[in-house]
């Protein structure tokens, strides 16, 4: 399997504060996701990202910022938290120069909790 | 309406029974479909892509029917290291990177 890994695994944090979450690939893949889970809806994307410096909004953007300063590296910025970003953060990459229907890999997840 | 539409279960069934999920989906023009596994707690993992001509691995089969906008999955010989939520995926022929998840259908296999 690719290798990416995300961190934390797990946080809580108050409201009005700012979270990042970082994803980390050592597969040098081009294209890098961030999504959320929440129950009873499919995943959500945030933001993507096709490149270093190279990002764009998916469908729930707001209230989130990315960053990609390296291919590896994809951090996932909570400017100020609100209850409603309480959610499971996946990050994923898909095909080494392809795109998501070349199929995902996931991260292990971050479990979010605003409170 | 939803653009990808799953039944969420659960669908509780014994081993060695055979089960299947639909997923519809709302745009025509969709182009790529998948199916991930997801257990509790952890990442989706893809399972397998869906072609017009059907696909099959070893007990898995998923079919597309574009007539009628769904894919399915079929399940043989259930095992109990099946319990897992199954997602459905559809990537539209939009361009982009739009992806739709279903929400997915929840399968426990009982011994």
């Known amino acids: 399997d690719a290798g990416i890994t995300q961190s934390p695994r797990h946080k809580v944090t108050e409201t009005g504060t700012p979270v990042t979450l970082r994803c980390h690939q050592t597969?040098?893949?081009?294209?890098m996701y961030w999504y959320r889970q929440d129950p009873g809806h499919g995943l959500r994307l945030i933001h993507y990202?096709?490149?270093?410096?190279?990002?764009d909004k998916g469908e729930v953007s707001d209230g989130y910022s990315v960053s990609r300063s390296k291919t590896e590296d994809f951090l996932l910025t909570l400017e100020s938290a609100t209850s409603s970003q309480t959610s499971v953060y996946f990050c994923?990459?898909?095909?080494?120069?392809?795109?998501?229907?070349?199929?995902?890999?996931f991260g292990s997840g971050t479990r979010l909790t605003v409170v | 309406r939803k653009e990808v539409e799953q039944d969420p279960g659960p669908f509780n069934v014994p081993e060695g029974a055979t089960v299947a999920f639909n997923c519809t989906y709302s745009?025509?023009?969709?182009?790529?479909f998948f199916w991930y596994r997801q257990d509790c707690r952890k990442e989706p993992k893809l399972l397998m892509s869906?072609?017009?001509s059907g696909n099959e691995d070893g007990r898995f089969t998923a079919q597309l029917n574009r007539a009628s906008q769904y894919i399915s999955l079929l399940i043989r010989d259930s095992k109990l290291s099946d319990s897992a939520t199954y997602l459905c995926?559809?990537?539209?022929?939009?361009?982009?990177?739009?992806?739709?998840f279903g929400a997915g259908t929840r399968l426990f296999v009982k011994a």
């Open positions: 994923a990459i898909s095909g080494r120069t392809g795109g998501p229907d070349q199929g995902y890999t």
């Open positions: 597969e040098n893949h081009r294209y």
């Open positions: 990202s096709y490149g270093v410096k190279d990002t």
């Open positions: 745009n025509s023009a969709s182009q790529s």
């Open positions: 869906v072609y017009s």
């Open positions: 995926v559809v990537i539209p022929n939009t361009g982009g990177f739009k992806t739709i």
